[in-house]
């Protein structure tokens, strides 16, 4: 590993599955999703068999709770600790590996595998390191995740971190220059339950398309007068674990064992916030037990000094639209709002006034739901634009503000590091 002064990252000694691995059998999804869906987690089970997979090495959240958790939790470590004995996980080196993923709603979106530096990193709302969450973090989903990290050899991450480059002078140029030196991809598989497909290509340490990475990385440091290079997509609770964890194991280290011990670096997927495989799905709310008359005049008076008006959305006003069964909706306009965002300004009258409400992915659902007394509110999504600077000026989003593409697109545990 080799950790790159003030650019909050190391180029990282990666672990994959040796020779012959099937893949599709080892690769599973991100541990946070379908979690009130076990049928799809017994179906990995059933796909992965008696193979070797980073199923065994990770606890899906739908268990949390269950016997199952507590039987994982025993294994992982274990399961880990033979992985390396045994050779099923093997080290390419000191490198990084450029990743492409195509599902059937995007042909490619592209990534960087890197470790990100924890020191760096913090999910306080307001901070200015280098690294920072994107969303408020729910301390109560740390523990388990702290428990895997604290006996376990490896981790394997579904960390999903954006950098602002819409020149593309970082991951679309090195994608370029391996293509132009001819290099190969290290591994091509499908991915489990029609989840698509991906390809990695390891970039190996002091190489062009390595040197071409770090100088790209840095040129967007320098751009930024904020100081903030990376922002955390996906997978906030995972690198606040990695970070507990990190807090816990140094405090028995002298200085100079801090500078390079592995579990101050989490290994993560660096995406370009510009990547044209990427979306940003907006999450509505519903709220329940509000008819939407009663929402509506609730809103008059919650927002009564923020220049509210009602009508067509206007450019120059921030604007959500007001949705109740078997009337027109409403669309309200906030000319000085409360919040940069109208998810922000929307979920800050929700919390004041005590609203019951719940976070909906798609219009659809929404319309649904939003029946019996219940109202729905539809919030446009986050422009690529203005991610940055939102959270340069807001510090977090609001919590569930914003989802990453489909569940099927989340990252896919592949890759390894030691951490120990």
Request: aromatic share 8%.
């Amino acid at each position: 590993m080799r950790v790159i002064s003030g650019l909050g990252f190391a180029v990282p000694d990666i672990l994959i599955p040796q020779q012959g691995t099937d893949l599709e059998k080892w690769a599973v999804i991100a541990c946070d999703q379908y979690t009130s869906e076990p049928e799809y987690w017994e179906k990995c089970s059933k796909e992965a068999g008696d193979a070797p997979s980073a199923l065994n090495l990770v606890l899906p959240e739908v268990y949390l709770g269950t016997e199952v958790e507590t039987e994982k939790l025993a294994s992982i470590a274990q399961t880990a600790r033979r992985y390396l004995n045994d050779g099923v996980l093997t080290s390419l080196g000191t490198g990084f590996i450029l990743t492409d993923r195509s599902t059937s709603l995007h042909p490619s979106r592209r990534g960087l595998m890197a470790a990100i530096d924890l020191e760096g990193y913090s999910f306080e709302p307001g901070n200015k390191n280098i690294c920072r969450a994107t969303e408020g973090t729910v301390l109560s989903r740390i523990p388990p995740r702290i428990r895997i990290r604290a006996n376990s050899p490896v981790e394997l991450p579904h960390i999903m971190v954006l950098i602002d480059d819409p020149e593309g002078v970082t991951i679309e140029k090195a994608f370029e220059m391996a293509e132009k030196e001819g290099i190969k991809p290290l591994y091509d598989t499908d991915l489990m339950l029609e989840s698509g497909h991906i390809t990695g290509t390891f970039i190996p340490d002091g190489s062009p398309v390595a040197e071409s990475i770090i100088n790209g990385l840095a040129k967007l440091k320098a751009d930024n007068s904020d100081g903030l290079l990376f922002l955390v997509g996906d997978g906030n609770h995972s690198l606040a674990s990695a970070k507990a964890h990190w807090e816990n194991v140094r405090q028995g280290l002298s200085e100079e064992e801090k500078l390079n011990h592995p579990a101050r670096f989490a290994l993560a997927e660096i995406v370009n916030i510009h990547d044209k495989g990427l979306d940003f799905e907006p999450i509505h709310r519903v709220v329940f037990n509000t008819p939407a008359d009663e929402f509506i005049s609730k809103a008059k008076e919650y927002f009564k000094d923020c220049g509210i008006s009602f009508g067509p959305v206007s450019d120059d006003r921030q604007s959500f639209t007001v949705v109740t069964e078997g009337a027109e909706d409403v669309v309200i306009s906030l000319e000085n709002p409360p919040h940069s965002l109208a998810i922000g300004s929307v979920q800050m009258m929700i919390d004041s006034l005590g609203l019951e409400c719940d976070y909906i992915h798609g219009e659809d659902s929404v319309r649904k739901l939003a029946s019996s007394g219940n109202t729905g509110i539809l919030v446009p999504a986050i422009s690529k634009s203005t991610f940055f600077g939102t959270v340069e000026k807001e510090g977090v989003f609001p919590r569930k503000t914003f989802s990453m593409g489909e569940a099927f697109e989340k990252r896919f545990y592949l890759e390894a590091k030691i951490i120990e």
